[in-house]
């Protein structure tokens, strides 16, 4: 299974970015997907999932509002559209695949983690 995370880059504050995420090796719709974020010394964060129809997204907090996940089941992409951006949005992006979503501790259901892609949010 591979996960080709893109669309990083950076953006100032208040701006929008999308990302995406390619998937290949395995029935892409018979997965739950995630993002997740990390900042260096910190650790991994919870951003968003989405249920394998793409009929439930889960949000942390953080971001609930501001971004949205998606999925497109025919060009295996996971996508997570990012607005109103903040510096502490900044962080390395990673996607993952799994077979379930779990509330309490989201990355125990992924399997599969991609490289990440980084974003960086200027004040």
């Known amino acids: 299974v591979q996960l080709q995370a893109s669309g990083g880059g950076l953006v100032q504050a208040g701006g929008s970015l999308r990302l995406s995420c390619a998937a290949s090796?395995?029935?892409?719709?018979?997965?739950?997907m995630g993002w997740f974020r990390q900042v260096p010394g910190k650790e991994r964060e919870f951003v968003a999932a989405?249920?394998?129809?793409?009929?439930?997204?889960y949000y942390a907090d953080s971001v609930k509002g501001r971004f949205t996940i998606s999925r497109d089941n025919i060009k295996n992409t996971v996508y997570l559209q990012m607005n109103s951006l903040k510096p502490e949005d900044t962080a390395l992006y990673y996607c993952?695949?799994?077979?379930?979503?779990?509330?309490?501790?989201?990355?125990?259901?992924?399997?599969?983690w991609g490289k990440g892609t980084l974003v960086t949010v200027s004040s």
């Open positions: 993952a695949s799994g077979t379930y979503y779990s509330g309490l501790y989201p990355d125990y259901g992924m399997d599969y």
């Open positions: 090796g395995r029935t892409f719709s018979s997965y739950v």
């Open positions: 989405i249920s394998q129809s793409g009929a439930n997204t």
